[in-house]
Every structure is written in C-alpha cells, then in structure tokens.
C-alpha cells in the first residue's frame, strides 16, 4: 500500500481489505461499508474521496454515534474495532500522522442481550412456512443451529466426519477460538430431529454436511423467510445461537451446561443470555391483566 497522505482514505481501505487474508474479513468490509454510508449521510463533500487528514476525532465521534444507532448489541464495538485497525495500520505506514481514534470508544452493555430471539412458537411457525424458491440446504442448516447453537462460520465448514453415529454427538473446532482457546472443541449430542436434518453420510466423510451460499445471502433468504411466516422481528443469521441459548435457560438448562454447549470458556458470556431469560420473565407477568385487590 503506498505511504502517501494525499491518498484518498477510501481506496487505502479497500486495498486493505484486498490483501487482508484473516478469517474476519467480512466484518472489515462492513467496516468500510459503513463508514461510506456515514460519509454519504453527513460528509456528503467527501462520500467518494477523503483525505487522511480529514478523519479527525470529531469525525470519530459523530461515526461512533452513527454506528450505535444502527447496530444491536456488540455490532457496533465490532465494526468500530476493525475500523480502528485499519487507521492503525494507516499510521505505522506513515499515511496518517495522528490517531483520530485516540480516546474515543465505542461501549456497549455487554451484560444485556440486544439482538432478537425466536421462541419455540415461532420457530415451529418457521419450520412450517414454505415459500417459492426456497433454498432447502440454508433452510435445514438454519434450523439445526436454531436447535445446537451454532454460529455460521462452524456449520458452513461441517462435514460427515463431524459426526459421530454410533455415540450419537456432533464434535468440532470452533473456527472462531480455534488454536487460541482450551475450549475451542465443542461436543453437542444429537437427538433424532437433529440427526434427520444432517441425513446418512456419504461414502466420502469429507462432503460438506451444508453446502451454503455466501453469508449475506443466507442472512437475505431468513429475513424473507421470517417475513413469510409473520414473524415480525429483526433476524439475522446469529439470532439462531442466540435463541438456543435462550431457550434451553427458559426451559430450565444449567447455565454450565449452556456454555459447554455454546463453546464459551468461562460464564461470562453465558450469563447475558440469562440476563435475556429474566426480561422474557418480567414481559410475561406483565403482559397479565392488571390486578385489582
């Protein structure tokens, strides 16, 4: 990348992002999006071209608050954080000359669960809505992870191999902690529903148990789908490990055993989901006729 300050900062980034090769490329690509968008809304003079030296706190003020309130939950932090890098690197290759970012932070209550869950009822209407050009394989894998909690990057990499038959359970890395975490294998036992939806393995165990289509256009199909079966909620593909989690801590799960499940190290994570169960709790005793005594 070249180490000139009057680049335009839009094309850096995305040269950035041709040459980045880690697995969270994605959410650096929303990074830019993002950022675009924000130019486009409030710096409509720089929407195509800025230079490095525009970007200043200010500016990263203003785009954390626009990143807020588009996002639920740690989306925000996430797009922020990729962001960040990018500026970082921009400095340690003398593009830029001060950090814009410098003290400015972008926090979320990492204690409350902001994205929406399905609820058995609705996942049952789910699973009986059917719509014309429906894609089976992102239809069957999104109710498996509805029903194991898994996150996209771990169910598109499955194959037959993950699958243990005769002792009945799905073992796996997760991609996300891979190499980095003691708890990055996850062992999840498979009840006959769950072991339908993955069906007789091939002769080669190495086949992709979904062969899934990007993530953008999983996530297109299951907010067509929700729309389909009335259900009126923002969800997105991760919305399905969420309402797992969920779930089984309202139907009584051990909050140990829900974080084995989930693949998480410690509690922590684990504990905004139980967070999420006492607000369903607290919304069904009010959702009662007031009473009168």
Known sequence: LKKDRAVN?????????NSYTKKDIRMVQIALSRFKDFLKEQYPMNEFSIK????????MEQFVAYLQSRS???GAKSIYQRFKKVIRYAIDHDVMLKDPCKSVTCKVDSQ????????????????????????????RAFIFCLYCGLRFCDVKDLTYKNVDYANRLLKFEQSKTKGHSASSGVVIPLNDGLLSIIGEAPADKNCL??????YESCCKSVKRWVKR???DKHISWHCARHSF??????NGANIKTVASLLGHSGLKHTEKYTR????????????????KF
Do not use: W
């Open 9 to 17: 900062f839009l094309d850096y980034f995305q040269a950035y992002i």
């Open 52 to 59: 490095p030296e525009l970007i200043t706190k200010e500016m």
């Open 72 to 74: 639920v939950g740690e």
């Open 112 to 139: 409350m669960l902001r994205k929406d869950v399905l609820s058995p009822e609705e996942i049952q209407k789910l699973i009986a809505c059917h719509y014309d050009n429906e894609t089976p394989t992102i239809r």
């Open 209 to 214: 148990i979904f062969d899934l289509p990007t």
């Open 229 to 231: 079966a009335g259900i």
């Open 245 to 250: 989690a969920v779930n089984i801590l309202n």
């Open 276 to 291: 999420a169960v006492d607000k369903l709790k607290e919304e069904a005793i009010n959702s009662l006729p007031e009473l």
